[in-house]
């Protein structure tokens, strides 16, 4: 949990030592890191417009990536057919709250 809370503080805006950032990007993973995105937002629907203004962020996690937001979409389909997600089109996607209560329950 505590990977999680680093990344959320990491995407929206933080300072962490280099240290806690090296650790971030050993122990993380693309998915993971999309998902903490999608998270921060707090809505069931988002676009993929709001996803790519962490670009930035992203950038900072993965410097040598020249390939940000072909890698967010990437993640974002993987979410998609793992079932976390659904496409609505145009841009669209909405968290599918069964799996996220699910996700929820098993943390709690």
Known sequence: MKVIQKLFS??????L????LYELK?????????????E????????????????D??????PDNKHIRTQIRK???KLRDEGYINFLGGGVYEVNYFFKKSIKDQNE
């Open 10 to 15: 990491l995407l929206l805006g933080s300072d």
């Open 17 to 20: 030592q280099d240290e806690n």
């Open 26 to 38: 050993e122990r993380s993973t693309w998915s993971k890191e999309v998902t903490a995105c999608i």
């Open 40 to 55: 921060s937002l707090g809505k069931r629907r988002f676009t993929l417009k709001e996803i790519y203004e962490f670009e």
């Open 57 to 62: 962020s992203f950038q900072k996690l993965h």
């Open 75 to 77: 993640e974002l389909q």
